[in-house]
């Protein structure tokens, strides 16, 4: 036996282990991703669960370094749906059988806020028979914040900690006070503790990022549990201060390679948890998130934002499908998943097991 495949029959990864994996070329990268096939295969099985995507606004009080919709940039312009067309999205979800819907937007935390979604959350198990699952992606906010939010009807939640390494999280946020690593690690377990199923996840091909700090990313979603997780590549934007460390970064294409390997690399250390096919796999390379469901992934995001506001979400360069509208993807989607030997999970939560089986 070789060396990877040795890897790749132990019971657990160490970080050396979690290494050579994310260095695998050719016969061994095969290897790597024929093994982490048959893990989704087994324990998940092989379909792709819907969750439509709503990118309700652009307006964020936060401005990391990374990110094309930070406070900081001044050269977008700022949406923010209103309730009715937020509610006339998420009935096409479910008119559609996608089952789930999931609320992004910049991070906002004032009490405005905070009740426009409250009352959003009832309006939308409202208008779906109370059958719509709901996932909030929505940053970092106090406990009472997730627990009304939870009590108005939503039950999981992504806040990526983007990277594990609190170094690196600090030089690709402003030290000012209000992106600190040790909330955003805070505000995760909170989120565990109201009940959530929580998701993390991070960014992939950072500048300054190495390969033991991916490792280390790993370990840490390994460790704290995670029932789901939703990382990409990092994609530069011009208009942001990280946009002048280009010259550090990977080529795009060797981005979503190590993006792949990770996820390849992280269904097989935990096997039954929901992993998302990131829209930014589909911003380097068209079939980007059908190779990440082929190898692992089995969460779809389609975004179902209204086309006109596409353009002004652009968290980095090259966004896919801003001029689509929600009935051109999922005509599109559904004939790219049948490709990669998936079916798709209509009409059902598609609930982690991993979350499911711990309670
Ligand atoms: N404001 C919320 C949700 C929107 S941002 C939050 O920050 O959690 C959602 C994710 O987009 C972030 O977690 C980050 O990982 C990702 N993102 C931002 N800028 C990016 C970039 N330039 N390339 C790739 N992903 C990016
Ligand atoms: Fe705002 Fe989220 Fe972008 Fe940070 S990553 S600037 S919180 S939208």
């Known amino acids: 036996m070789n060396n990877i495949s040795t890897i790749l029959n132990k019971e657990t990864l160490s970080q050396n282990d979690i290494v050579e994996l994310l ?14 096939a048959e893990v989704k295969e087994k324990y998940v ?3 792709v669960y819907y969750r439509g995507l709503v990118e309700f ?13 930070r406070s900081g940039n001044k050269n977008l312009e700022r949406y923010n749906l209103s309730d009715t067309e937020i509610l006339a999205a998420v009935t096409f979800a479910y008119k559609n059988k996608f089952a789930s819907v999931v609320l992004q937007s910049g991070e906002l935390a004032n009490e405005t806020f905070i009740t426009r979604i409250e009352k959003l959350l009832h ?5 779906s028979n109370n059958e719509l699952g709901i996932t909030l992606s929505l940053g970092e906010q106090t406990e009472e914040t997730y627990l009304r939010w939870k009590e108005a009807g939503a039950h999981r939640y992504l806040l990526r900690i983007e990277s594990s390494n609190p170094e690196l999280y600090r030089k690709i946020h402003p030290n000012d006070g209000n992106h600190d690593f040790s909330t955003r690690l805070h505000c995760l ?6 009940g ?3 998701g993390t996840g991070i960014m992939i091909g950072l500048p300054f990022q190495t390969y033991n700090d991916l490792a280390n990313d790993l370990l840490f979603m390994q460790e704290f549990d995670i029932a789901m997780c939703g990382m990409g590549p990092y994609i530069e934007h011009l208009d942001t201060p990280m946009f002048r460390h280009r010259h550090l970064l990977e080529s795009r294409e060797k981005r979503l390679d190590l993006a792949l390997k990770m996820i390849s690399i992280l269904r097989i250390m935990m096997k039954d948890i929901n992993i998302a096919a990131a829209t930014a796999l589909q911003a380097i390379d068209p079939m980007g998130r059908e190779k990440a ?5 089995n969460i779809l995001m389609p975004n179902i ?3 006109k506001y596409r353009n002004n979400y652009k968290l980095y360069d090259n966004k896919p499908c801003v001029d689509d509208e929600p009935e051109d993807c999922t005509q599109c989607l559904e004939a790219r998943i049948a490709m990669t030997g998936n079916k798709i999970g209509y009409g059902q939560w598609g609930d982690s097991k991993h979350f499911l089986k711990k309670k």
Do not use: H, M
């Not at 260095?23 to 982490?36: A, N, V």
């Not at 309006?123 to 208008?127: A, D, F, S």
């Not at 377990?189 to 109201?194: D, G, V």
């Not at 469901?293 to 992934?297: L, P, S, V």
């Open 23 to 36: 260095q695998t070329e050719g016969e061994d990268k095969s290897l790597l991703f024929k093994k982490s």
């Open 45 to 47: 099985g092989n379909i």
């Open 57 to 69: 606004s652009n307006i964020c009080g936060k401005n990391c370094y990374y990110c094309g919709i």
């Open 123 to 127: 309006e939308i198990k409202k208008v």
């Open 189 to 194: 377990e909170l989120l565990r503790k109201t």
């Open 196 to 198: 959530y199923q929580v």
């Open 293 to 297: 469901i082929k190898i692992g992934a």
């Open 305 to 307: 934002t209204p086309g």
